[in-house]
């Protein structure tokens, strides 16, 4: 027996989970399809304040914002040993009119907190199964699910990661690119509060990120290196770990101590040609991976989602037709590109020994420390596209208001008649 459903989400990470409940808000019926959620993964994740904005609208702002640290300051240290190294820049929220570019919230917790939101949400039906085949149809796609379900859904939506079998299903080819570099990420203590300033060194081997906990003496640490040293520093020792890291932050948050669970993960880089086909959109790692620079992952994907949900009212009577397929494909496809081409190239000039890339950078870095609309632009342009654009426009339109005003005639003032001469 075959069981119809408008539209089926496929995954249960974080991206899935925010598709359901933001499709759910705007009145849909929702098939999430996945394993259990994970509520022990020790990476975090920073939500910039328009990822925020849509977590509002799903009622989940209050509780990220409740259970993780507002990130204030965000610096960037050229911590390279070569012959061109570019000065620290810091960029504060409040120089854009923002209390703080995001929050910072550990993954398990944020897990947590969206899966207790999907269990209350009625417009979403929870299944806990993996997919085993995908049949594309022109009418609806037709799911095989392992726990024996059989589903023909009008709309599929692939959040199931890099490893997309929903991407397969669609036809949409990826060739991902391994990068040789592994990412270490965990949690450590330090004596110095962070303040809710956020570091990011720039090191041969790529970014070494620390970024704060609600704890103002814990933060997060994701440090990009070669994979054979990923693999030593996850066999060495707590202290020793700690010392090394004290080292690298040139004692910057004073002693450190690493507890806790650590992981490294191998780094890639991959973008599909198209984002959707066959009734089938990608969104996340689905349609979309690069190396954790800039904190762009996940607030990617929410805005894949937001466009997601906002292109689907014209189309409420086919919501998986070739129209909205093809509007999704022209929504998302400057977004991803710009994003992804901007992290490969700061990641580039990061492992190149060219003197030309060095140049390059740590100019870029210079000018934004010196010139404050540009490092301006760019903080609006990092939380949200077209924002820095906006406000470019906004702050020329005051200017030329301003000089207008400057030189406009002043309304006649009537003489005395007492000064009048007959």
């Keep these: 027996m075959e069981t119809y459903d408008r539209i089926a989400v496929i995954g249960t990470g974080p991206a899935g989970l925010i598709a359901s409940l933001c499709l759910a808000r705007a009145g849909h019926a929702v098939r999430l399809i996945g394993p259990a959620v994970d509520h022990d993964d020790p990476r975090t994740t920073a939500l910039m304040q328009p990822s925020l904005d849509v977590l509002t609208q799903v009622g989940m702002r209050r509780p990220v914002e409740e259970n993780g640290a507002p990130l204030k300051v965000m610096r960037i240290v050229d911590g390279t040993s070569r012959l061109i190294r570019s000065p620290a820049v810091a960029f504060y929220a409040s120089d854009i009119q923002e209390p703080a570019f995001g929050f910072n919230i550990p ?203 906002g292109l689907l009212p014209p189309y409420e009577a086919d919501p998986g037709g070739a129209d909205m397929i093809a509007a999704y494909n022209r929504a998302r496809r400057s977004d991803i590109l710009m994003r992804s081409a901007a992290v490969r190239s700061l990641n580039r000039s990061l492992l190149s020994s060219m003197l030309p890339a060095q140049m390059a950078r740590a100019v870029g870095l210079d000018v934004l420390r010196r010139v404050g609309p540009f490092r301006d632009f760019f903080m609006r342009e990092g939380m949200a596209p077209g924002s820095g654009f906006r406000a470019i426009r906004r702050d020329v339109r005051d200017a030329l208001r301003e000089q207008i005003d400057r030189y406009r005639p002043r309304p006649h003032q009537p003489q005395d008649r007492r000064h009048r001469h007959h």
């Design 107 to 309: 993954n398990a917790v944020l897990n947590r907190l969206l899966d207790e939101a999907v269990s209350q949400q009625p417009s979403i039906k929870r299944t806990v199964a993996k997919v085993e085949r995908y049949s594309p149809a022109e009418s609806a796609v037709r799911v095989r699910l392992d726990n024996g379900e059989n589903l023909s859904c009008g709309l599929v939506i692939g959040a199931d990661g890099r490893h997309s079998k929903a991407r397969e299903a669609a036809g949409i080819s990826q060739e991902p690119a391994a990068l040789p570099q592994s990412a270490l990420v965990l949690c450590f203590g330090h004596d110095v509060s962070h303040d809710y300033v956020s570091t990011e060194i720039h090191t041969e081997s790529g970014p070494f990120t620390q970024v704060p906990l609600p704890d103002r003496h814990r933060s997060s640490l994701v440090w990009v290196v070669p994979p054979h040293r990923a693999g030593k520093l996850m066999k060495t020792g707590d202290d020793e770990l700690a010392r090394i890291i004290e080292e690298r932050m040139q004692s910057m948050l004073g002693k450190i101590t690493v507890d806790g669970p650590r992981a490294a993960f191998p780094l890639s880089t991959a973008l599909p040609p198209k984002f959707g086909d066959r009734r089938i959109v990608l969104v996340g790692e689905a349609a979309h991976v690069f190396p954790p620079i800039g904190a762009q992952g996940l607030n990617l994907a929410v805005r894949d989602v937001a466009d997601l949900a």
